[in-house]
């Protein structure tokens, strides 16, 4: 089965500067999706950026970017130029493209704090 | 432009009643699917559902029931509810071969069972 794994309950960066959050990814299979959703305060969930594991470029939004290392089993999130909007839970979630579902399989959640 | 509409947005139920959640979108989906976030957690699948009229059980469905009359609606059901439910549900809807495969979410419902 697969997991998700996200191991900082917590990060806290500097308004304006950048940080990366870590998700680590356990699967047998090699075609699947990753995904970084956002959830602030108000609860919805919010899609940040999405990679296709069968893409070698990682996959970039803005102030978002990932570094996809698919050997590693690892993707992790940078956020660039840090704003208070940016003060959310992150959650990673795995997908498997042979799973018609598809069902998510989603990490535990990193709480990011942008201090001003 | 709704996307995925959840009512309602908070209720509080006293330990054996019952309620369901509703949800409708908008964007012609195949897939739907029901979702609990417990504080500090990540999502846990309750039910989806591939199509009007087909429903299947996720990772935690026991306490819920849901059906799929249309393409657009998948209400969840409670019944006799428990101080375990407490939670937050999501309700999501996402195409059948979306070329983004993305999955839509709606704003949450906040259930307290006391």
């Known amino acids: 089965a697969q997991t998700v794994t996200q191991s900082q309950p917590e990060m806290s960066v500097q308004e304006a500067e950048t940080v990366t959050l870590s998700c680590t990814y356990d699967t047998s299979e090699s075609d699947y999706y990753l995904f970084w959703y956002k959830q602030p305060p108000s609860r919805q969930m919010i899609l940040v950026i999405r990679q296709e594991a069968y893409k070698q470029q990682n996959a970039t939004e803005n102030r978002f970017s990932v570094n996809f290392q698919k050997a590693a089993k690892s993707f992790s999130l940078k956020i660039s130029d840090s704003q208070l909007g940016d003060a959310a839970m992150y959650f990673c979630?795995?997908?498997?493209?042979?799973?018609?579902?598809?069902?998510?399989?989603w990490g535990a959640g990193t709480k990011l704090i942008i201090k001003p | 432009n709704a996307g995925v509409t959840q009512t309602p947005k908070f209720r509080i139920l006293k330990i054996g009643q019952s309620m369901t959640l509703q949800c409708t979108q908008d964007?012609?989906?195949?897939?739907m699917y029901w979702y609990r976030q417990d504080p500090g957690m990540g999502l846990k699948l309750i039910y989806y559902?591939?199509?009007?009229?087909?429903?299947d059980k996720g990772e935690v469905p026991n306490g819920y029931n849901v059906s799929r009359s249309t393409t657009e609606d998948f209400p969840l059901r409670l019944e006799l509810a428990a101080p375990s439910q407490t939670s937050v549900y999501f309700c999501?809807?996402?195409?059948?071969?979306?070329?983004?495969?993305?999955?839509?979410f709606g704003e949450g419902s906040w259930l307290t069972v006391v």
């Open positions: 999501a809807s996402s195409y059948f071969l979306s070329s983004g495969n993305t999955i839509y």
């Open positions: 964007m012609n989906h195949n897939y």
């Open positions: 979630a795995y997908r498997s493209a042979m799973d018609s579902n598809y069902q998510l399989i």
């Open positions: 559902s591939v199509g009007a009229g087909i429903t």
